[in-house]
C-alpha cells in the first residue's frame, strides 16, 4: 500500500479519478494485458456461445415442436437459458481474475508478478462475490415487479388504461432510484472482498453510509469517461460491440481478426481500470475511518481495510 493508506477517511472525488487515470498511464503494460485476458478469455468464447447457439437453439425448438414433446418457445427458452448461464458463469470467472489484478495493482502496488494477475483464492472469493450479487438483484427485481405488475393491472381493470401507465411510469422511477441507491451503497463491496477474502456487501453497505454524495460524483464521472472512451475506440474502428461479436463469430481473415484483437484489448482494458479502479481507491481512502476502529499493522505488501 502506498503513502496514501493514513487519510482522514473522507472520500475525494478528484482522488479517485485521478488515482484511477495515473493507473492507466503509469501501467499500460499491465492494462494492455487485462484487456487481452477479458477479449481472448472473456468476449470472444462468450460471443461464440451466444451468437453460434441462436441458428441451433432454433433448430431444437422446431424439432421439438415436430416432434409434438414441448413448444417451440419453451424449448428455444430453455436452450438460450443454458447458453446464457455458461456465457455468464464464464464472464464471472474472467472479470473476477481481471478484477482482482485491478484491485492489487491499487492496494497492492509492489505485488506484481505476472500483470498482477493471478488465480487463487481471493479471485475464486470474487466469483463467489459476483454469484451472490447476481442472486441478491435478481431476487430484489423478483420481490419488486411482482406486486408492481399486480397493482398495475388492477389499476388497469378498474381506472382505466390512462391510469395504470402514469402508475407504471412512477413505480418504473421508484424502483430505479431504489436500485440506484442499492448500487451505490454496495459500490465498494469488490475491492472488500478482495482484500478480506470474505463476502464484502455488509461491510460496503456500512463503509458508504454518509459518503453516497461523493461515490455519486465518482460513479457520474466515471459514466462519462466510459462513454467517452466507447464512442472515440469505437469510432475510429468503425465497430459496435454486436458487429465486432458478429464478426468474430462469422470467422474474418487472420488480418481482420487482429485487428479486432487489437482495438477489444485496448478497449476492454481501459474500460476494466475505469470501473474496478475508483471502487479500491475510495477504499484506500477511507482507512483509518473515524467511525473504524484501528486498523492492525500488516506486512508491508497488504493492510486489512478497517471498514467494520
Same mark, same amino acid.
Given at each position: 500500500?502506498?503513502?496514501?493508506?493514513?487519510?482522514?477517511?473522507?472520500?475525494? $472525488?478528484?482522488?479517485?479519478?485521478?488515482?484511477?487515470?495515473?493507473?492507466?498511464?503509469? +501501467?499500460? &503494460?499491465?492494462?494492455?494485458?487485462?484487456?487481452?485476458?477479458?477479449?481472448?478469455?472473456? &468476449?470472444?468464447?462468450?460471443?461464440?456461445?451466444?451468437?453460434?447457439?441462436?441458428?441451433?437453439?432454433?433448430?431444437?425448438?422446431?424439432?421439438?415442436?415436430?416432434?409434438?414433446? $414441448?413448444?417451440?418457445?419453451?424449448?428455444?427458452?430453455?436452450?438460450?437459458?443454458?447458453?446464457?448461464?455458461?456465457?455468464?458463469?464464464?464472464?464471472?470467472? $474472467?472479470?473476477?481474475?481481471?478484477?482482482?489484478?485491478?484491485?492489487?495493482?491499487?492496494?497492492?502496488?509492489?505485488?506484481? !508478478?505476472? &500483470?498482477?494477475?493471478? *488465480?487463487?483464492?481471493?479471485?475464486?472469493?470474487? *466469483?463467489?462475490? @459476483?454469484?451472490?450479487?447476481?442472486?441478491?438483484?435478481?431476487?430484489?427485481?423478483?420481490? =419488486?415487479?411482482?406486486?408492481?405488475?399486480?397493482? /398495475?393491472?388492477?389499476?388497469?381493470?378498474?381506472?382505466? +388504461?390512462?391510469?395504470?401507465?402514469?402508475?407504471?411510469? /412512477?413505480?418504473?422511477?421508484?424502483? !430505479?432510484?431504489?436500485?440506484? /441507491?442499492?448500487?451505490?451503497?454496495? @459500490?465498494?463491496?469488490?475491492? /472488500?472482498?478482495?482484500?478480506?477474502?470474505?463476502?464484502?456487501?455488509?461491510?460496503?453497505?456500512?463503509?458508504?453510509?454518509?459518503?453516497?454524495?461523493?461515490?455519486?460524483?465518482?460513479?457520474?464521472?466515471?459514466?462519462?469517461?466510459?462513454?467517452?472512451?466507447?464512442?472515440?475506440?469505437?469510432?475510429?474502428?468503425?465497430?459496435?460491440?454486436?458487429?465486432?461479436?458478429?464478426?468474430?463469430? =462469422?470467422?474474418?481473415?487472420?488480418?481482420?481478426?487482429?485487428?479486432?484483437?487489437?482495438?477489444?484489448?485496448?478497449?476492454?482494458?481501459?474500460?476494466?481500470?475505469? $470501473?474496478?479502479?475508483? =471502487?479500491?481507491?475510495?477504499?484506500?481512502?477511507?482507512?483509518?475511518?473515524?467511525?473504524?476502529?484501528?486498523?492492525?499493522?500488516?506486512?508491508?505488501?497488504?493492510?486489512?481495510?478497517?471498514?467494520?
Amino acid at each position: 500500500m502506498s503513502g496514501e493508506t493514513k487519510t482522514t477517511g473522507q472520500v475525494r $472525488v478528484s482522488g479517485a479519478i485521478g488515482a484511477t487515470l495515473r493507473l492507466i498511464v503509469r +501501467r499500460p &503494460f499491465s492494462v494492455l494485458a487485462w484487456g487481452l485476458v477479458t477479449t481472448l478469455a472473456g &468476449f470472444a468464447p462468450i460471443s461464440m456461445i451466444a451468437l453460434a447457439n441462436i441458428p441451433s437453439a432454433m433448430a431444437a425448438a422446431q424439432a421439438a415442436a415436430m416432434a409434438g414433446q $414441448v413448444t417451440a418457445s419453451s424449448a428455444l427458452l430453455t436452450h438460450m437459458t443454458a447458453a446464457c448461464v455458461l456465457a455468464g458463469l464464464l464472464a464471472m470467472v $474472467v472479470l473476477a481474475v481481471v478484477d482482482a489484478a485491478v484491485y492489487r495493482a491499487v492496494l497492492e502496488p509492489d505485488n506484481r !508478478g505476472f &500483470f498482477y494477475l493471478r *488465480v487463487r483464492r481471493r479471485e475464486l472469493g470474487l *466469483v463467489v462475490h @459476483f454469484l451472490a450479487q447476481t442472486l441478491l438483484w435478481a431476487v430484489l427485481l423478483v420481490i =419488486a415487479a411482482i406486486p408492481a405488475a399486480w397493482i /398495475i393491472g388492477l389499476i388497469a381493470h378498474a381506472a382505466g +388504461r390512462g391510469l395504470a401507465v402514469l402508475v407504471t411510469l /412512477i413505480a418504473a422511477l421508484t424502483l !430505479g432510484y431504489a436500485m440506484a /441507491i442499492l448500487a451505490l451503497r454496495l @459500490f465498494l463491496a469488490g475491492p /472488500i472482498t478482495f482484500e478480506r477474502a470474505a463476502f464484502g456487501l455488509t461491510s460496503s453497505w456500512r463503509a458508504t453510509r454518509d459518503r453516497l454524495g461523493p461515490i455519486l460524483g465518482v460513479a457520474v464521472i466515471t459514466v462519462l469517461m466510459l462513454w467517452l472512451w466507447t464512442w472515440l475506440l469505437f469510432a475510429i474502428g468503425h465497430l459496435t460491440m454486436t458487429s465486432a461479436a458478429a464478426e468474430w463469430v =462469422a470467422g474474418p481473415t487472420i488480418e481482420r481478426r487482429a485487428e479486432l484483437i487489437a482495438i477489444l484489448t485496448l478497449y476492454f482494458g481501459v474500460v476494466r481500470v475505469l $470501473v474496478v479502479a475508483p =471502487a479500491a481507491v475510495i477504499c484506500r481512502q477511507i482507512l483509518s475511518s473515524d467511525d473504524s476502529a484501528p486498523a492492525p499493522v500488516l506486512p508491508a505488501k497488504r493492510q486489512q481495510l478497517a471498514l467494520s
